[in-house]
């Protein structure tokens, strides 16, 4: 009898020292980030060529840690890529960002974004001397935007038309929109063909369209949203994020590097961006962007509110966040974002 006490004894005694002894899951060995086209993604091209984030993963105790870049032409298609698990952090506009977060709300697949990735102005950009205004637009007209409805261009653009001919009118510029590569949509308006006469366009696009002859600015976007607003959001999704809380914030700390980088170190930073995409710009004409007082490269998030607040009045988004923090990791809930 004492010795079958024994044994039970003994028996629970390794049981509990295996399951107190048992290592937490590990963290994944690989990690995956998206980035896109243009000088709004240099945080990501720093973060790239100095390897920034295997060097914050080392110093959190995570070694060999892999991490790939995968380039995507259009939000769609990466956001179903993370959704899919296939990418870890996923890199867009407010208002594709608070779409996927309205979507997948209250789901194993829901979103969450870790920070701002930088905040300038898109310039929308006309080569019709006669258009002033948005409410200038006539049907010969033709404006690109990255994308119909959805991208932050477009969703720009419906604001502004909702402050000009009134809320219930918000979509009557929609019909004049066409979607096309910002590379492609440049090269149009430079050629003064077609009937492309407007271009809602990003850095470094919209620097080289306004120093045409007869270009000129209608409207950016800080001007409709009410001040400065974060271009692209950095964002993953909070089954990623639990599962690996110290990649995550490895991922946070290099951003949070390389914007300090680019802000201290203009002229590398360009150096890098023209490295890593091939462009063809003077370093002299992208350092001259990135020392543009409206450029911003830091973790707020700007602007957030204002655009969840439309895209919830007119149906966009069925849910609407409180306050900002709702959006992003707790990690970034001390800086002053809106």
């Keep these: 009898m004492k010795v079958q006490n024994f044994k039970s004894i003994l028996g629970l005694a390794c049981l509990a020292l295996c ?9 994944v060995q690989e990690v995956r980030l998206a980035r896109q086209y243009g000088i709004a993604y240099l945080p990501l091209m720093v973060m790239q060529e100095q390897k920034l984030i295997e060097k914050h993963a080392r110093e959190l105790g995570l070694a060999d840690v892999k991490v790939s870049w995968n380039q995507f032409t259009g939000g769609s298609v990466m956001n179903d ?5 296939a990418l870890d952090f996923a890199v867009a506009g407010p208002p594709p960002f608070l779409t996927m977060w309205a979507r997948t709300r209250n789901t194993p697949a829901s979103v969450m974004g870790l920070a701002s990735l930088n905040a300038m102005p898109m310039y929308l950009v006309s080569r019709n001397p006669a258009v002033k205004s948005v409410k200038d637009f006539t049907d010969k007209d033709r404006i ?15 604001m502004a038309a909702a402050q000009a001919f009134g809320k219930e009118k918000y979509d009557v510029l929609d019909r004049l929109t066409i979607a096309m590569p910002l590379s492609d949509s440049m090269a149009i308006m430079l050629s003064g063909k077609g009937q492309v006469t407007a271009d809602f366009t990003v850095p470094p696009f919209s ?19 009410g001040g400065p607003s974060s ?3 950095l964002y993953t999704t909070t089954r990623f994020q639990k599962a690996n809380p110290k990649l995550t914030q490895a991922v946070l700390n290099a951003l949070d590097e390389a914007q300090k980088y ?8 360009a150096q890098t961006y023209l490295a890593i995409t091939k462009d063809t710009d003077p370093v002299a004409d992208v350092v001259q962007m990135l020392s543009d007082p409206k450029v911003e490269y830091n973790l707020t998030p700007q602007g957030l509110m204002a655009f969840a607040e439309f895209m919830h009045q007119i149906g966009t988004i069925k849910a609407k966040p409180a306050t900002w923090k709702e959006l992003f990791v707790d990690q970034v809930h001390g800086l002053p974002g809106n």
């Design 144 to 158: 690109v935007v990255s994308g119909i409805k959805v991208s932050t261009q477009a969703v720009v653009l419906q």
């Design 19 to 27: 399951l107190g002894a048992a290592p937490a899951r590990a963290e």
């Design 231 to 233: 271009t692209n959001v």
């Design 207 to 225: 620097y080289r369209e306004l120093k045409q002859p007869g270009f000129h600015s209608v409207i950016d976007t800080y001007q409709v949203v």
């Design 81 to 85: 890529a993370l959704i899919a698990g």
């Design 262 to 269: 680019i802000t201290e170190n203009k002229q590398k930073a």
